[in-house]
């Protein structure tokens, strides 16, 4: 079983991150749970969401301590970072949070300017994508090539998707391929 939050201001596409992890999750015939948390994101607030993917039946949608954490403002990162599992994983959109934060021993962390390549490809919305294939690099959940179809389904089925979607799941998964 893997629990994952993700976390960032409403508007940032981190909700649609959370849904895409949960709709692969779905098509590998896992069981699975997402659970959107929007708040006051309107006004400037953290929304946020719980994912589940278990091989198991998912009892409740309710995460207390997440095996990754998947954050693209400071807000998410200070409210979740403490429960994240001393094996687990936090990815930081640093574009957004800053760098130079310390963290407890034991969780992987990996820092990568999402936004701001996303603003150098002249594709600002595709933050939450360079994101999400990052995760599926960091977490090794999924292989590339069923998230990566799974991002295109996703998008296809909103009549929304676009060549760039792919360059900036490309663009995660190398950044994370770097740190490592």
Same mark, same amino acid.
């Given at each position: 079983? %893997?629990?994952?939050? $993700?976390?960032?201001? +409403?508007? !940032? @596409?981190?909700?649609?991150?959370?849904?895409?992890?949960? *709709?692969?999750? /779905?098509?590998?015939?896992?069981? =699975?749970?997402?659970?959107?948390?929007? @708040?006051?994101?309107?006004? +400037? @607030?953290?929304?946020? $969401?719980?994912?589940?993917?278990?091989?198991?039946? /998912? +009892?409740?949608?309710?995460? &207390?301590?997440?095996?990754?954490?998947?954050?693209?403002?400071?807000?998410?990162?200070?409210?979740? !970072?403490?429960? =994240? #599992?001393?094996?687990? +994983?936090?990815?930081?959109?640093?574009?957004?949070?800053?760098?130079?934060?310390?963290?407890?021993?034991?969780? %992987? =962390?990996?820092?990568?300017?999402? &936004?701001?390549? %996303?603003?150098?490809?002249?594709?600002?919305?595709?933050?939450?994508?360079?994101?999400?294939?990052?995760? /599926?690099?960091?977490?090794?959940?999924?292989?590339?090539?069923?998230? #990566?179809?799974?991002?295109?389904?996703?998008?296809?089925?909103?009549?929304? *998707?676009?060549?760039?979607? *792919?360059?900036?799941?490309?663009?995660?998964?190398?950044? =994370?391929?770097?740190? #490592?």
């Amino acid at each position: 079983m %893997a629990e994952i939050i $993700c976390g960032g201001f +409403g508007g !940032q @596409g981190i909700l649609t991150t959370g849904m895409i992890i949960a *709709n692969i999750g /779905v098509d590998e015939g896992k069981d =699975v749970s997402w659970m959107p948390s929007y @708040g006051s994101e309107m006004r +400037g @607030g953290t929304a946020n $969401c719980n994912v589940i993917i278990s091989d198991d039946e /998912v +009892g409740s949608p309710a995460i &207390t301590y997440p095996d990754y954490l998947v954050v693209m403002n400071a807000p998410a990162l200070e409210k979740f !970072q403490h429960k =994240v #599992r001393k094996t687990g +994983g936090i990815l930081i959109d640093s574009s957004m949070v800053g760098e130079g934060r310390e963290f407890p021993e034991g969780i %992987a =962390v990996y820092s990568i300017p999402a &936004t701001d390549l %996303a603003n150098d490809m002249k594709n600002p919305k595709g933050a939450n994508v360079i994101m999400l294939g990052a995760f /599926v690099a960091m977490s090794g959940l999924f292989s590339a090539d069923i998230a #990566r179809a799974g991002l295109n389904k996703f998008f296809d089925n909103k009549g929304k *998707n676009s060549p760039k979607n *792919n360059e900036c799941f490309d663009i995660g998964i190398r950044s =994370v391929k770097r740190i #490592r």
